[in-house]
């Protein structure tokens, strides 16, 4: 398959996906028990003119599918409509905290593939007692929620130790590093250790190999076996992990803002859900799934270039 | 071929550990089980009576693991707590399991459009994180332990009809299903009778594996103040209020959920896996 | 002059068997010679080739000498051990296909044991890679292309250039035809033979073919649970075969020049690696075994008449003619 049949394939494939997530998300409110109008106002009293002014301005009396197709059309122009709680466009709301959860991410996604494919790659060369270590050091990080993670490091490195400071996000890049650096590891722990798992699965797979025997028959220094043809090999298995991690980091922000107070888009997504700001719910969510997706396709366009044995859009085979 | 002994020094060690490990897991999952049936009994307290003047209270006699920041009995919420902590996951695990399994013997079974149809929906499954979705229910219905755990079941399901599906087409290609259906047996009958009891041992090991994942997502949500009613002992809800205990600099509140939540899902973790590991070797 | 390759006394142990993988190998390979290595699978025969690079499973223990060019291989510190296999000895392996990283390209592949090794510029590198190819007859430009657009016979070339790469004074080839089908069985043989000549190096063949093994060399020694049943020039050996299981070797195997007759399998199993041995490996599935078979290992003696030969039977005197004459014409 050529590249350019195979890439407006998967964002035909990936643009029908998204339309049926919109409808998910969109239909999910239609099905919420009580009118829509009441819903909007979750429960707080509201004068019949305040109400009329409600269903105007959300079109609540229109037929279900006009107002889907209202919002997505909005949506296709980038527009997530107003907040309910907030009383301002949910662009507004996201861009002033892009920043912080932008940056939280990154600095998580930085330690998940530094720490995971380093541990992994050392505990598949060493063996032994570091092996073991490795090991167990990663069957807990796998089992620790980032919100558990987020109090303990709070708890010993803010409170008792004061190394970091315990809440917000800080104001300038030197500030926010400094206050990101826990939730980040918080953030990062869990799939460090799968990361970690993984790489070193695949590399003692790949070790039993024929060819890294070959290789080393031929003198390669033992460095350079493992790194060019254990460690290369399993650069397609690790790859094929983007979206699960990139997904993971994202929706586990809400857990890891809140904790830390952190002024960012998944501290927004909880308050919101407690409030019942529908619309900015909807607007998150819409865009974690998007971002899923698009590394995803991010992903399929790689792996050919990483695994010569893949052509575009056959996943799976990797060594 | 001499190939075949490449064997890392460090697994044999990590192999010949492993019952012992696995045995020990198996028998903290044994008491975590029975202190959440025995809960009613087994508490010392009442897991909700606030007594503010013994707020943060250190271990005593009267209070063997201490008091939170309102003075309620950490060991009552913690044994009571196990209740609603293993009962939500529980719920997801059967939920996907049950339907997963269904939904993955159909699309395996049957192919054609039923199983385009299905893998299509799994994809967009896939493409919600569990506690995504979760949190999108809650938003509408509101707080409770039910609908986060419909929708944690729906958001597992297509690990585990994935699972089901590869594992029905490779059974069904085994020679004794075409034996059955010549003597005449329904495909509803070799399913149930046979397909089903051989690929079982995998599905319960990915749903092992999924209790623990599930635990860690719903406790999330009671973090958040979204699962379980603001009363209710829950693990997640307790290192929620733990939090303000530990800024305090009492941190004992807080960090007894946090580890009862990480040896929990630990060990279903590891017994998950090496039930799947069991299971590989059987097959070989 | 040494000896390309010279093994004494070589012995093997892997943790968990019950007696030495390897018991006591013999053997020399001369410069320029080509040597056949025949045995069943499990006999050790893979096992002692790959010795000779010292590619050992883990957990192995060695006794003996293993001397390639005089240098001993089991005593050599890594750099040592480097040198050796990039520039004195090189093997080449059964399959192509999973001896080659399907994620490099042909021409990585061919070089980079001269590269890493920081003593040849990568230049020069390629240089010689073009030249080897040409000598295998594959073009420049599979050096641009991966394992996966090439067949498993063109694979084996790329191979077997791969080990001339060093200069070498000795190959090892392990079943170097077995994976492949049979046309190309033919064309691997005799280019590794042309390539043996042009380039001056010593060749040690291991295989179960006893027709290849006649077909590619000058001697032969014949293996069989981890010792060497008997040894000598190919043509004597398979024309006399003094040891009963090389004569049960050359029944079991179908040849063109012999009027045909039916293909009499070897009986029994050999011996497990979990139990011990008392007197002659073979005894248990020999038909002319006596108790003395089975419970005195035979030693390794000289044929009458023929000082190049040795064999390790007790009645391989007595047994001469039985054993000429089932190998002709049974």
Known sequence: MTFLRFTLRRLAEMAATLLAASFLIFGAMYLAPGNPASFLLSGRSASPEALKAINDQYHLNDPFWEQYLRWLGQVLHGDFGRSIEYRTPVNTLLAARLPSTL?????????????GLALGWIGAVRGGATDSTILVGTTFAVGTPSFVAAVLLQGLFSVKLGWFPSSGSGAGLGSMLWHLTLPALALALYLIGMLARVTRSAMLEVMGHEHVTVTRSRGVPERAVIRRHVFRNTLGTVLTMGGLIVSTLLICTVLVETAFSVNGIGQLLDLSTTTKDFPVVQAISLIIVGIFMLVNFVVDLLLPLVDPRVSLGTRGASA | MTTALVRRPGLARVRTNRPLLYLLCLGFLGVVVLLALLAPWLSPHDPNAVDLGNALAGPSAAHPLGADGSGRDTASRLITGARTSLLGPLGVVAFSTVAGVVVGVAAGWRGGWLDSVLSRTTELVFAFPGLLLAILIVSIYGEGLIAPVVALGVAYLPYVSRLTRSLVLAERERPYVEAYQVQGHSAVQICLRHVLPNIAPVVLAQS?????????????????????????PDWGRMVFDGESAIQAGYPLSAILPCVAIVLTVVAFNVVGERWADQVARRDR | MTNTLEIDGLRLHLPGAARPVLAGIDLTVGARETVALVGESGSGKSLTSRSVLRLLPPGATTEGRVAVQGQDVLTMDAKQLRQLRTHTAAMIFQDPRAAINPLRRIGDFLTESLRLNADTPAQQADERA?????????????????PGQLSGGMLQRVMIASALMGDPALILADEPTTALDVTTQAEVVGLLDDLRERFGTGLLFVTHDLGLAAAISDRVYVMYAGRIAETGPAEALFDRPRHPYTAALLRSTPRLDAPQGRLAAIKGQPPSLKEELTGCPFAARCPFATQACAEELPPHRPVPGEPDRLVACHHSDQLADQLAGSAAHD
């Open chain 1, 103 to 115: 940056l939280l991410v990154a600095m998580a996604l930085v330690l998940v593939v530094v720490l």
């Open chain 3, 130 to 146: 073009v030249r080897m190819l040409d000598a295998v007859g594959l073009g420049e430009r599979v050096l641009r292309q991966y």
């Open chain 2, 208 to 232: 092992t594996i999924n209790f623990g994942y599930a635990l860690i997502d719903l406790a999330g949500l009671s973090f958040l103040g979204l699962g379980v009613p603001a009363l209710t």
